[in-house]
């Protein structure tokens, strides 16, 4: 067999996605009008908050702030 | 062939970090192709062994070098799995190597003693194939009396203690089957049901009524969305398969923010298939002529890994590579045509793919929906493709809207 060392793959990451706070589809981070709904993505809307995605996304925000900490 | 999938539980999760650093976080292994059932779907025609299959050595020596890539799941499959007669020693070697070991298995002939044998190695769970209810399960799998085994075997995990999960291949005729077949299965015990459309490969290309067709997932997953909820409710947690997608209305259950999003086919990139010839592939069900990336007997897995160009396909794959309605999807970007099996069989080129639901709803926006049609046969080979042609129609009856 060949101990020939292999270099380090690298691979792309995925874009971030959001949901949608009024209808919730997936956006692209930082959209503002939802292109599903037309309506303002960041404001939170009843679905969203009683679902609990408030808080999922929350604790996921942070996860990848520190993840980007740690390089 | 066995599906691949069993649960996305944390350990399989993908971080950013795993995918800029292509980490192999979740083999699936075809230890043999050895099969006992004779499915009418199988897209590694399986049922006799390979000519040169691993040694048990050979095999733990795949085990040890998969742990250094920092592998942290390998799923065993066949064929089906414990036909090898060292299938116990695998799984305790994956073990002992600090990864997971789960099986996918078809369960006919899968003993108490063997299910108790396994969970002392060390395995962790079991995925069990049910296709419908028996009548249709029997058909499909080619063996009266598999239906009534795979029950059996869901009902011997739970006294073992072993976590017993479910796989489903949607094809044309189950629909009508599914809240029945899912009532049924929690009986038996499932935790966890994993669903997978039927992909345009092996015997299916030979059996092709049997796929469903693009526009039906306007039926589909509004049904499978209803299972979800009242699953939820009875303690069964309804997965979808890689191919079932993408970005429709429903995602946000099954693909919801706690479990993470659609992030693209992680085939080459976070996944590996091996055959049990020591083929690698970036995923078990590619077709072994296009996608073969060398023996791992010749071949450190990491020199593949890293440097085969069977590989390396999906780690840099942007919109550029995507053809059709994929190419100027919203989410193309992201989904990059969504599983690469299902488009590269059926069309025989990845990167457009009419099984998406997202799709399908924008197309009837038009007034259009797709249907395949298929146009060349598949070899008698395992992996085999044929060829399907992609036509699109009027709609004439009523879609389903959320």
Not at chain 2, 2 to 27: F, K, M, N, T, W
Not at chain 2, 211 to 223: F, H, S, V
Not at chain 2, 328 to 335: I, Q
Request: negative net charge; proline residues 5%.
């Amino acid at each position: 067999m060949s101990e020939r060392p292999a270099s380090p793959p690298r691979g792309r990451a995925a874009p971030v996605m959001v949901l949608c706070r009024q209808c919730l589809h997936y956006v692209f981070e930082g959209t503002q009008v939802c292109p599903h709904c037309g309506g303002d993505a960041r404001a939170a809307g009843a679905r969203y908050r009683d679902d609990g995605h408030l808080a999922i996304e929350t604790i996921q925000f942070i996860d990848r702030a520190a993840e980007r900490q740690r390089g | 062939m066995a599906e691949p999938i069993l649960d996305d539980g944390p350990r399989r999760r993908l971080s950013l970090r795993d995918q800029i650093d292509c980490v192999p976080v979740y083999v699936v292994w075809e230890i043999t192709l050895a099969c006992n059932l004779k499915c009418l779907h199988c897209g590694s025609r399986a049922g006799h062994r390979r000519a040169s299959e691993l040694s048990t050595d050979e095999c733990i020596d795949v085990i040890r070098q998969l742990a250094e890539l920092g592998t942290r799941e390998i799923s065993i499959i066949g064929g089906e799995a414990f036909v090898r007669k060292d299938w116990l020693t695998l799984v305790r070697a994956i073990r002992d190597h600090g990864m997971d070991c789960t099986m996918q298995t078809g369960g006919y002939k899968l003993s108490r003693d063997m299910i108790e044998a396994a969970a002392g190695a060390g395995l962790l769970g079991l995925g069990v194939s049910i296709d419908g209810l028996e009548p249709l399960h029997d058909r499909l799998r080619g063996v009266p009396g598999s239906y009534l085994e795979a029950l059996r075997v869901l009902e011997d995990c739970r006294s073992a203690g072993l976590v017993a999960s479910v796989n489903t291949q949607i094809t044309s005729t189950v629909m009508p089957e599914l809240s029945d077949l899912m009532d049924v299965i929690i009986e038996a015990g499932a935790r966890y049901w994993q669903v997978q459309l039927t992909v345009a490969m092996g015997n299916a290309v030979d059996n092709d009524a049997i796929l469903l067709q693009p526009y039906e997932l306007a039926t589909l997953m509004p049904l499978l969305a209803d299972l979800h909820l009242r699953g939820r409710e009875l303690n069964l947690l309804l997965l979808p398969g890689n191919n079932i997608g993408y970005f429709g209305p429903y995602d946000v259950l099954w693909r919801g923010p706690d479990r993470g999003y659609y992030s693209g086919c992680p085939a080459g990139q976070n996944a590996i298939g091996l055959e049990a010839d020591g083929t690698l592939k970036g995923c078990p069900s590619l077709a072994t002529e296009r996608y073969g990336a060398g023996d791992v007997r010749n071949t450190p897995i990491a020199e593949l890994w890293a440097t085969h160009p069977a590989l390396q396909f999906n780690r840099d794959r942007g919109v550029e590579d995507l053809w059709g309605f994929c190419r100027g999807c919203y989410y193309a970007e992201t989904c990059r045509g969504g599983c690469t099996w299902t488009a590269d069989s059926l069309l025989g080129r990845r990167g457009n793919n009419p099984y998406c639901h997202h799709r399908v709803l924008k197309l009837a926006e038009r007034g259009i929906r797709e249907r395949i049609v298929k146009v060349e046969e598949a070899p008698s080979l395992p992996f085999a493709t044929g060829r399907f042609a992609l036509l699109e129609e009027p709609i004439t009856t009523g879609i389903a809207l959320p």
